[in-house]
């Protein structure tokens, strides 16, 4: 047994590639000294800034899990000017079951990440994380999707505060990933997901949305791949391949807790318009039907605000309380530093 409920054979400063894991800990009944053993690469080449990627933090978000796993089979560390570590499955348990939270204590990596840790396996893998892996880093970009019950347009994803020359060094990270969309929420993080952790550790935080719905759309890990090699352009960890170099028109765009909208009762959702659409205020979302009650009349749902359908139910059936999807609005560079120098 060792010292520590979480440790590594991977040497952080040595050059080169190095393939390892993350041990946890996890005594159970049959196995009273057992391992977890999740995947972490690493790859290093002199000086330069150090990028994570990490992926897997819901185990049933597969677009980044395979995204990783592909950049982990190809990155050649000899081409970089830096330190880029790669988690490619960071809630293991989860990703090996495609499930949301871990087999393990039901935990949801992504909503560990708060002031306190507890002894559980998942808030210890959070712990490492945030304690060892990243007061290493300079930047991470955290790589999630909609998962088995929501489905999104792909898009990149950052809370921008702090101050000026922060939020612009986000901005123009962002900018220069240059995915269709790139979802600017304004303020500090309040929930213990990862961004807050990285706020805490004064490291740039990046994420997108790619897709979901419980399988992986080329479209979606297109635009993901080609933010990786964007962004290590961006940092100057590598050189930009000429295949990733086309610009795309991009929008700026933003979304309020007004612009998510839920079921308010069960029942079966049937949408009145597609994802992408953009939508006015007031118009037809859609329907839920009571099959097991056919005579109760249908309700109509209707959409909070105007915006684009960025982000969708995947599953028809609903619960009250399930989120049918949310809207994203247009706003202006201009715009989210007024808002930053006004917090």
Known sequence: MSLSPLWTDIEWNRDGRQGSFLNLEHS??????????????????????????????????YEGQAILTRLIQTLDYRAISGRIIVLPAANLPAAMEGTRTSPLDAGNLNRCFGDMFSDSPTSRIANYITNVILPMCDVV????????SLDYLPCTYASVSGDSQTVAQTLAALEFMNAPIAWIHKGIPQGPEAGRAAYRQDVMYLSGEFGGGGRISRRATWVAERAIY???????????????????????????QSHYFYADHDGVFEPAADLGDDVRKGELAGTIFNPETPARPATQVTFPGSGIWICARAIGRVRRGDCLGHLLTDISREEILVANNEQ
């Open 28 to 61: 159970v009944h049959r196995s009273a000294y057992g391992l977890v053993s999740i995947p972490v690469s690493l790859f290093k080449n002199g000086s330069g800034p150090t990028l994570l990627l990490m992926a897997g933090s819901h185990g049933d978000e």
């Open 230 to 256: 964007r962004l290590m352009a961006h940092l100057d960890l590598a050189p930009l391949p000429p295949e990733w170099g086309e610009p795309l028109e991009a929008r700026l765009m933003t979304a309020s």
């Open 141 to 148: 970009f955290d790589f999630h999707s909609g998962g088995s």
